[in-house]
């Protein structure tokens, strides 16, 4: 049974920084692609950062290249998102997911960034 938990969230004035970090049971991550998603109410859901230590492979989208750094750390089997330089556009609920065969298959339960 695959588990993520997603912590290190919270309220920051713009400008500022906060580390998001994922730990995963039931699961190596080094073994798969792994990803940050947010997701503002009323809005889909939305591809952050991606990483796969096997390509190697790594993906920001364009709204974040320079200020959010996606990594991993196979010994405690965790992903963390640093974000810096925050901005109110950044609000949102980060949530960290995990690829299977068919798509994004696992999921976190979400930590809230709030940026004001």
């Known amino acids: 049974h695959v588990q993520l938990v997603e912590s290190g969230g919270g309220l920051v004035q713009p400008g500022g920084s906060l580390r998001l970090s994922c730990a995963a049971s039931g699961y190596t991550f080094s073994d798969k692609c792994v990803a940050w998603f947010r997701q503002v109410p009323g809005k889909e859901r939305e591809g952050v950062a991606q990483?796969?230590?096997?390509?190697?492979?790594?993906y920001y989208r364009d709204s974040v290249k320079g200020r959010f750094t996606i990594a991993q750390d196979s010994a405690k089997n965790s992903l963390y998102l640093q974000m810096r330089n925050l901005k109110s556009a950044d609000t949102a609920v980060y949530y960290c997911?995990?690829?299977?065969?068919?798509?994004?298959?696992?999921w976190g339960q979400g930590t809230q960034v709030t940026v004001s």
């Open positions: 997911a995990v690829l299977g065969s068919s798509g994004w298959r696992w």
């Open positions: 990483i796969n230590l096997r390509g190697p492979y790594v």
